[in-house]
Nanobody, 113 residues
Framework: QVQLVESGGGLVQPGGSLRLSCAAS????????MAWYRQVVGKERELVAD???????NYADSVKGRFTISRDNAKNTVYLQMNSLKPEDTAVYFC???????WGKGTLVTVSS
């Protein structure tokens, strides 16, 4: 059984920061690529960032330099540190296990004054 639980979403002012967490169940965490996606109503879900089991990272151009993805394999947790947040970052953020159908339920991030 695989379960992904996101947390850390909320309301933040433009220019502020937020840290998302995704706690995963199972014994597979340390050998899979983990990713964060986000989705706005009416638009397709888009990749934000991903990270390999060895720690290699990849970012969407829209968040590069502002967001940082990391993972703690011992805790089966992946994080997304979001800095310099903009209103256009507002979305539901989802944790995903690459190449599987395993998704978290999502956590809402709202960037607004």
């Amino acid at each position: 059984q695989v379960q992904l639980v996101e947390s850390g979403g909320g309301l933040v002012q433009p220019g502020g920061s937020l840290r998302l967490s995704c706690a995963a169940s199972g014994t597979w965490f340390s050998i899979n690529v983990m990713a964060w996606y986000r989705q706005v109503v009416g638009k397709e879900r888009e990749l934000v960032a991903d990270i390999t089991s060895g720690g290699r990272t990849n970012y969407a151009d829209s968040v590069k330099g502002r967001f940082t993805i990391s993972r703690d394999n011992a805790k089966n947790t992946v994080y997304l540190q979001m800095n310099s947040l903009k209103p256009e970052d507002t979305a539901v953020y989802f944790c995903h296990v690459r190449s599987t159908r395993h998704w978290g339920k999502g956590t809402l991030v709202t960037v607004s004054s």
